[in-house]
């Protein structure tokens, strides 16, 4: 069965740092996704990247960056220059596509992230 | 540009009372999702539904019951609500697409006494 770790369950950044996110994933498939949400004090579910398991380069998206490990099944979050606005909850989620299994995301425990100015 | 919405956002109930929530959305998505969120533990899926008509059990299905009678609808139910189930719910909606994200409701706060 499929499964996402998060092991931080919380973190300290200064503002305009980078800061690393942790993400290890269990799966027995070679066709999967990879994504990564902010959840800020306001409860909301917000997108920021995705990763194919066949993606060759790590995917970006502005000042977010996945550093994508295949062999050593890790799906890091890279937040540069931290921001204030920032600070929030972090999960990581896995996707199985090969038989689609309803499309459903597994989520792991999630990171709060607290950026100090 | 609703999106996901979700109804109510915060409900208080009684062991032993039902409550339904209900989710709509309008971006004609097919697949639609249940979770729960509790502290320390992420997102954990309880019910989702692959189109009208269709419903699935998720990790954590045991109090709950759903209904997908139209597209844009995704009702979750409570028959005989108990504390164990006082939590943030969250629907989500997607296209059924590999690497197609899924689109969150802000989430409802239900309380259990």
């Known amino acids: 069965a499929q499964k996402i770790t998060q092991t931080q369950p919380g973190m300290f950044v200064q503002e305009k740092e980078a800061v690393t996110l942790d993400c290890t994933y269990d799966?027995?498939?070679?066709?999967?996704?990879l994504f990564w949400y902010k959840q800020p004090s306001s409860g909301e579910m917000i997108f920021l990247i995705y990763q194919g398991s066949y993606d060759e380069q790590n995917a970006t998206e502005g000042r977010y960056s996945l550093n994508f490990q295949k062999a050593r099944k890790s799906a890091n979050l890279v937040i540069s220059a931290s921001q204030l606005g920032d600070s929030a909850m972090y999960f990581c989620?896995?996707?199985?596509?090969?038989?689609?299994?309803?499309?459903?995301?597994?989520f792991g425990q999630g990171t709060e992230l607290s950026v100090k100015p | 540009n609703a999106g996901v919405t979700q109804t109510p956002k915060f409900r208080v109930l009684k062991t032993g009372q039902s409550m339904t929530l209900l989710c709509a959305q309008d971006?004609?998505?097919?697949?639609m999702y249940w979770y729960r969120q509790d502290p320390g533990m992420g997102l954990r899926l309880i019910h989702y539904?692959?189109?009208?008509?269709?419903?699935a059990k998720g990790e954590v299905p045991d109090g709950y019951n759903v209904s997908r009678l139209k597209k844009q609808n995704f009702l979750l139910g409570l028959e005989s609500a108990a504390p164990s189930q006082t939590s943030v719910y969250f629907c989500a909606s997607g296209r059924g697409l590999a690497t197609g994200e899924l689109f969150f409701g802000e989430g409802s706060r239900l309380t259990v006494l």
């Open positions: 799966t027995s498939d070679q066709s999967y996704g």
């Open positions: 971006m004609n998505h097919e697949y």
């Open positions: 989620a896995m996707r199985e596509t090969i038989y689609n299994q309803g499309g459903k995301l597994i």
């Open positions: 539904s692959v189109g009208e008509g269709t419903t």
